[in-house]
């Protein structure tokens, strides 16, 4: 695979699945917030099964577990100070009503899932540069994990007042950025063994990161616990699958 192809694959993964995700929201009438937050739990266990199944386990093939650990601990530091530093959103929670309250949650939620799919474009990259097998797999489990983020983004900008091609617009778009990680984990996953691994444990520890500090709190928030460890199970026996089907 070329750098450009890699680049091609992380964007259309990015934008088809969010993109998929905004036409289910416009599609769905009116959304069930318990819904939303349960498909959310999904997306997160999607990403769980992808961080330890995927990424860590290639990273520490690549170049041994003091390079998976050091990427893991970079990773999480990165989007720990992104955190701190960077506005921030949380999901699909349910305390504000007004039109103009949902369009700035979608707009801000937009924002926060574009960053959110640098890393996972990241990884994406990076597994490519591991294998064609790897980088498939996390192709696929990536854009099927992008609908449910997708929707989420999707539905406050409806119910905001967005015309649907602006609610389509907004929420492809925020899948772009995985082009752009695509791309970084393409040129810099080559270099040699030691960065790649350096690179797809960045990734994971960049995931992981997201998951315990936005996904699942929002999932539980707006979904209760019980529906939240569901979708957290069918979202791991996913990525298990597809992970023992491709690989
Ligand atoms: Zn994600």
Known sequence: MT?????????????IGTGAGGLCAI???????RFLGAILAFAAGVMLSIVFLELMIESMASSGYPAALAGLALG???????DHYLPHHHPVSTEDHGQGAFLKKGVLLALGIGLHNL????AIGAGFSGSTGLGLT?????G?????????????????GY????????????????????????????????????????????????VCDELIPDA????????????????????????????
Request: charged share 10%; net charge negative; no cysteine.
């Open 163 to 210: 015309s649907y091609p602006k609610v389509l617009l907004v929420t492809a778009l925020s899948g772009a950025p995985m082009g752009l990680g695509a791309l970084a984990g393409a040129l810099i996953g080559g270099i040699s063994p030691t960065i790649l691994s350096l690179s797809l444990a960045f990734a994971a520890g960049a995931m992981l990161y997201i």
């Open 138 to 142: 996390l192709t696929i489990l990536i």
């Open 27 to 33: 599609f769905l009438d009116r959304p069930n917030p």
């Open 119 to 122: 890393p996972e474009g990241l």
């Open 76 to 82: 999480m530091g990165a989007f720990y100070l992104l």
């Open 220 to 247: 539980y928030e707006t979904a209760g616990s019980h529906l939240s460890i569901a979708g957290i199970f069918v979202g791991v026996t996913l990525g298990i699958v597809f992970t023992e089907i491709f690989n």
């Open 3 to 15: 750098w450009w192809e890699v680049t091609l694959l992380g964007l259309l993964a990015g934008v």
């Open 144 to 160: 099927l994990h992008d609908i449910p983020e997708g929707m989420a983004v999707a539905a406050p900008l409806k119910f905001g």
